[in-house]
């Protein structure tokens, strides 16, 4: 029966070759959405966690619901303790400090408020390979009083590196503290929203500016973002007796969150118009296959071939064609995203970002394997109809188109 299968595919070359297209096409465009889709989680998650977030934050517990209105009760006193203390986990390349504080910026031309963060320039330098450096350059630890100024903070006051500004917060005591910096460089991040305000100073120079030595946050950079999970655990369970929130970047990327679930959706509904359409066309093709071989499907039973034969016959036929045409999808759509990776595909801005970026077409193999059984999955039961009428046909009725 599979021999003949066989033979009845070559013997129909323009029907077999149509079919074909359709389920190799199908499975290509489902490739190519897919890796498309999956390109846009992959860059803006490490775009979220290597611009500013990091894998995992560490602050005092309330700090994420009411330290903003009192930042100054949550320092942690000696963070340099807890820096050792976790530096040594598996898989945490770096562990830093950071200490927030909000306050006026002001030049000869006007002042801005904003959102300032105390960093470690080095350790932040290899964490943030998301974080665009519009002009200028990084901070270095060398630069204990320069200043990275987000675009639109930038934008707004006119300034660009080497221009000196003024930096005027409230310190923990009440009392106005002023401290001038050198602009070293402009940054953009994927948040318009966080470029407008943000400026970025060295540690050092944060808790001379608070009068302090303490930190807000324990940022940790982890080899991979797959252990995210594991190591935020692992933290949890050496900070145990501390009274801290150890939270990871998913829990903090409110805005990622919901950008996949708009794309899932979206490329769900794709998956369903493609499928739909593979089922149309092959059903259409089967149906007019099985039309011209009504007289062939009659003599079969003549000769003593039952119903259940011819149904397993056409079943075995679109089976072997879902098979070549699913494997010959997954072979043209990896070459075509090769290709079109080779060359990228320009992008423009996301919503809430300044800058555009390039997408590529990622290779997934749960992707690969999923457009697969859908091209394979799709044909066969396009199938099932047409070769459950042809094996139910009076086998006089069948005869007759032999005349």
Do not use: C
Request: zero cysteines.
């Amino acid at each position: 029966m599979l021999k003949l299968a066989v033979r009845n595919l070559l013997r129909q070359k323009a029907r077999t070759a149509l079919t074909l297209i359709v389920v190799t096409f199908g499975v290509a465009a489902l490739i190519l959405s897919g890796g498309f889709v999956e390109d846009v989680f992959f860059q803006l998650r490490e775009a979220t966690i290597h611009s500013r977030l990091g894998h995992i934050q560490a602050q005092k517990s309330g700090y994420s619901e009411i330290g903003r209105r009192s930042p100054y009760k949550f320092l942690l006193k000696e963070p340099e303790q807890l820096v050792a203390r976790l530096r040594g986990l598996t898989h945490v390349k770096e562990v830093m400090q950071r200490v927030e504080f909000s306050g006026l910026i002001t030049t000869g031309r006007g002042d801005r408020p904003i959102v300032g963060e105390g960093i470690e320039p080095g350790k932040e330098a290899r964490l943030g390979t998301f974080l665009d450096i519009a002009s200028g350059r990084q901070l270095t630890d060398s630069d204990r009083f320069g200043a990275l100024l987000g675009q639109g903070v930038a934008d707004a006051l006119g300034v660009a590196p080497s221009d000196f500004v003024n930096l005027m917060v409230n310190t923990p005591d009440g009392a106005l503290n002023v401290l001038e910096f050198e602009v070293i460089g402009v940054f953009r991040t994927f948040s318009k929203d966080y470029d407008d305000r943000a400026v970025r100073i060295s540690l050092e120079a944060a808790q001379e500016l608070l009068a302090t030595e303490g930190a807000h946050s324990l940022v940790f950079a982890l080899d991979r973002t797959e252990f995210t999970d594991s190591v935020a655990r692992r933290v949890e369970e050496a900070l145990s007796g501390e009274s801290m929130e150890v939270r990871t970047w998913l829990e903090l990327a409110d805005f990622y969150r919901k950008t996949v679930e708009l794309y899932k959706r979206q490329f769900g509904v794709l998956q369903l118009i493609i499928l739909v359409m593979v089922i149309l066309s092959v059903s259409i093709s089967v149906n007019m296959v099985i039309f011209e071989r009504v007289g062939e499907f009659g003599t079969q039973m003549a000769l003593g071939n039952r119903g259940t034969d011819i149904f397993r016959l056409i079943l075995k036929e679109n089976s072997l064609l879902s098979l070549f045409g699913a494997a010959a999808g997954v072979a043209l759509g990896s070459a075509l995203a090769w290709v079109i990776s080779q060359v990228g595909i320009p992008m423009p801005p996301p919503p809430n970002s300044n800058a555009g970026y390039i997408a590529y077409i990622r290779l997934v193999p749960s992707v690969v394997a999923m457009a697969f059984a859908i091209g394979f999955v799709a044909t066969v039961l396009a199938a099932i109809l047409p070769a459950r009428r042809a094996s139910r046909l009076p086998v006089a009725e069948a005869l007759k188109q032999n005349v």
